[in-house]
């Protein structure tokens, strides 16, 4: 198990950008699927972006398809989330994981509860 620490949140107005980042802290962060997930107020967690380790396959959610970017790298033990063209109803609190276990393509990527490593948050606000 690796600790997450997410950074790079922030407040900028509609258009904007942000490039948030995960960085794994104590061991070294390797052989897992990595996620990012956000939870607005009063609203479940949902799925944003993933990368698979197997192959480095990516994936989003339709709302952010075309305007997010995930990226890791392994030599620098971090996950990235580059954000743009920020929308106000993208603002919530994002949290990077990761899936310890393996699990083949067709278990879907996107599940919440296949997540077991969190880090703690970084809240992104979006303006008008």
């Known amino acids: 198990q690796v600790q997450l620490v997410e950074s790079g949140g922030g407040l900028v107005q509609a258009g904007g950008s942000l490039r948030l980042s995960c960085a794994a802290s104590?061991?070294?962060?390797?052989?897992?699927?990595s996620g990012w997930f956000r939870q607005a107020p009063g609203k479940e967690r949902e799925f944003v972006a993933a990368?698979?380790?197997?192959?480095?396959?990516?994936y989003y959610a339709d709302s952010v398809k075309g305007r997010f970017t995930i990226s890791r790298d392994n030599a620098k033990n971090s996950v990235y989330l580059q954000m743009d063209s920020l929308k106000p109803e993208d603002t919530a609190v994002y949290y990077c994981?990761?899936?310890?276990?393996?699990?083949?393509?067709?278990?879907?990527?996107?599940?919440?509860?296949?997540?077991?490593?969190w880090g703690q948050g970084t809240q992104v606000t979006v303006s008008y």
């Open positions: 994981a990761a899936r310890r276990t393996y699990y083949p393509l067709s278990s879907g990527i996107t599940r919440s509860e296949q997540y077991d490593v």
């Open positions: 104590g061991r070294r962060f390797s052989n897992s699927d």
């Open positions: 990368i698979r380790w197997s192959d480095s396959s990516t």
